[in-house]
C-alpha cells in the first residue's frame, strides 16, 4: 500500500512533464513552419503546393497534344 502512495503522484508527475513537454515541442515546430512560410514568401517564392501539381499536370497535358498532332 505504500509503495502505490508514492508510484501514484510521482506517475502523475511524470505524465503532466511528458505532456507539457509534447505542448513545447509542438508549439516550437509551428512556430518553426510559420517562419519558414514567411521566409519563403519574401524569397518570392511564395507557398505553391497544388499550384506546382497543376503546372505539372498542363505541362504534361500539353506535351501530350504535340505528341498527338506530330503523329
Excluded at 512533464?17 to 512560410?37: C, G, M, N, Q
Excluded at 505553391?48 to 501539381?53: G, N, Q, Y
Amino acid at each position: 500500500m505504500e509503495a502505490m502512495q508514492i508510484a501514484v503522484p510521482v506517475l502523475g508527475i511524470a505524465a503532466a512533464a511528458a505532456v507539457t513537454f509534447y505542448a513545447i515541442s509542438f508549439a516550437e515546430l509551428r512556430e518553426k513552419s510559420f517562419r519558414d512560410l514567411e521566409e519563403s514568401e519574401s524569397e518570392g517564392s511564395g507557398f505553391e503546393s497544388s499550384l506546382s501539381s497543376r503546372k505539372r499536370r498542363a505541362r504534361r497535358k500539353a506535351a501530350d497534344k504535340q505528341k498527338d498532332k506530330a503523329a
